[in-house]
C-alpha cells in the first residue's frame, strides 16, 4: 500500500475511534452494575492490615489489579469500625482502604494505577466532604467533583464506564486527611450489539475508500 493510503488509513481510524468513544458516570451501584459485566471486586479482605487510623501511613500500596500511591504518604489498609466517618462497606467485612495524612486538616492525592487497560470504575466512599471540603475526581482528562457524605454513618457511590478504556484515576482534596474507599470495582464492559455493527460498517468504509484511492492512483 502506498505511503500515502497507509497515513490516511490511520487518520480515518483515529477519527472513527474518537467519534465512538463514550463516558458515562454512575451515582447508585445497581445502575452501575447493569452497565457492565464480569465485575471484578477488591474488598480488601485478604489483604494484610497496614497503619492504623492514628499512625503508620505509607506512600503506597499493592493490590492484585492495581497500585494506590499518594502524596503526601496516606495509604493505609484498616478495620477500624466508624473512625471519623469512615468505615467497611462490604457485607460481612471489615477491611477498608483509608487515606489519611495523619494530620489534621492535610489532605492528599492519591493515585490508582491499574495493570492493564480498564473500561469501568466503581466504588463505595465514607468520610468525604463532613468537613465541606471538595473531592475532586480526575480520570481520562476529566475532573470531577464527589457528592459529600450526608453524615457520618452513610456511605456514596461513585462508577465511570468509558468506550475508550483507561489505565489510572487520581482523588485529591485539599484539607480532608482522611476517607475511606471499600468495594473497588472494575471490569471491561461488553459492547452492545450496535457497537460491533458501528465497528464493521467503519472496517467496510475504510476498506472501500482504500481500494478507491489505489484505482486512482
Do not use: C
Request: net charge negative; no cysteine; hydrophobic share 40%.
Amino acid at each position: 500500500m502506498p505511503r500515502s493510503n497507509f497515513k490516511f488509513v490511520l487518520m480515518l481510524a483515529a477519527s472513527l475511534g474518537s467519534a465512538g468513544a463514550s463516558a458515562t458516570t454512575f451515582n447508585d451501584r445497581a445502575s452501575f452494575n447493569a452497565a457492565a459485566a464480569d465485575l471484578t471486586i477488591e474488598s480488601f479482605e485478604s489483604s494484610p492490615l497496614v497503619g492504623n487510623t492514628n499512625s503508620g501511613a505509607v506512600q503506597s500500596i499493592a493490590f492484585t489489579d492495581f497500585n494506590v500511591s499518594t502524596g503526601p504518604a496516606a495509604t493505609k489498609l484498616v478495620d477500624a469500625n466508624h473512625h471519623f466517618g469512615a468505615f467497611n462497606t462490604t457485607p460481612g467485612g471489615k477491611n477498608y482502604l483509608y487515606l489519611d495524612t495523619d494530620v489534621g486538616f492535610q489532605g492528599s492525592t492519591a493515585t490508582f494505577s491499574f495493570n492493564a487497560l480498564i473500561h469501568a470504575i466503581g466504588f463505595d466512599y465514607t468520610g468525604v466532604g463532613e468537613r465541606g471540603t471538595t473531592f475532586n475526581l480526575t480520570v481520562d482528562g476529566t475532573t470531577y467533583t464527589l457528592t459529600p457524605n450526608v453524615d457520618l454513618n452513610s456511605f456514596g457511590f461513585w462508577g465511570y464506564t468509558s468506550a475508550a478504556g483507561f489505565t489510572s484515576f487520581t482523588l485529591s482534596t485539599s484539607l480532608d486527611s482522611g476517607y475511606s474507599l471499600d468495594q473497588v470495582t472494575y471490569t471491561v464492559p461488553i459492547p452492545e450489539p450496535q457497537t460491533y455493527a458501528m465497528m464493521l460498517l467503519g472496517l467496510g468504509w475504510i476498506a472501500l475508500l482504500v481500494r478507491r484511492r489505489a484505482r486512482s492512483t
